[in-house]
């Protein structure tokens, strides 16, 4: 059984654009086939909550591997996209500076497959801040079920 979702998405305005991928390529450093988030459409700071989303298409990386003829995203990409999120949220919105690397991932569980044509809904609350790092329990929503839950780590570099 999935744990409960870290919010309630259902009273948010999910058309709302706060950072799009273009203000996210302003901070966050990864491009091309690595760049795994489109936008951000909601945060708030005082909770240490956002909300993020990745379109998945046809024209990914890893589709042509990954499945042939049932192409599935791979977990690690999903984890990607949860620490881009944490990323961008972390530096943009809480106002960390300097490069911030990925350090580790825990708690993981892959719930359902994400194919091309889903959109992954990004759910994360950062709930430990140090000087140096963070920590972040992220989930992954595709079609209003939970595709994964994990906990991610980043540090200033």
């Known amino acids: 059984m999935p744990p409960t979702r870290l919010f309630d998405m259902s009273e948010l305005d999910l058309n709302k654009v706060e950072y799009d991928r273009s203000a996210i390529a302003e901070v966050n450093p990864q491009s091309y086939e690595m760049s795994q988030l489109d936008a951000i459409v909601w945060h708030d700071l005082s909770k240490m909550l956002c909300l993020g989303y990745k379109d ?10 990954h499945i042939p003829g049932r192409p599935i995203m791979p977990g690690v990409i999903m ?56 920590s972040a329990k992220v989930q992954g929503i595709v079609n209003d079920k939970m595709a994964f839950d994990t906990v991610i780590s980043g540090m200033r570099v």
């Open 56 to 65: 998945v298409t046809d024209k990914e990386f890893w589709v042509r591997g």
């Open 79 to 134: 984890v990607e996209a949860a620490a881009q999120l944490c990323s961008f949220f972390m530096k943009r919105i809480y106002g960390l500076e300097d490069f911030i690397g990925f350090a580790g991932i825990g708690e993981t569980k892959f719930r359902e497959t994400v194919v091309p044509g889903d959109r992954l809904w990004l759910l994360g609350h950062i709930h430990k801040v140090r000087s140096r790092q963070f």
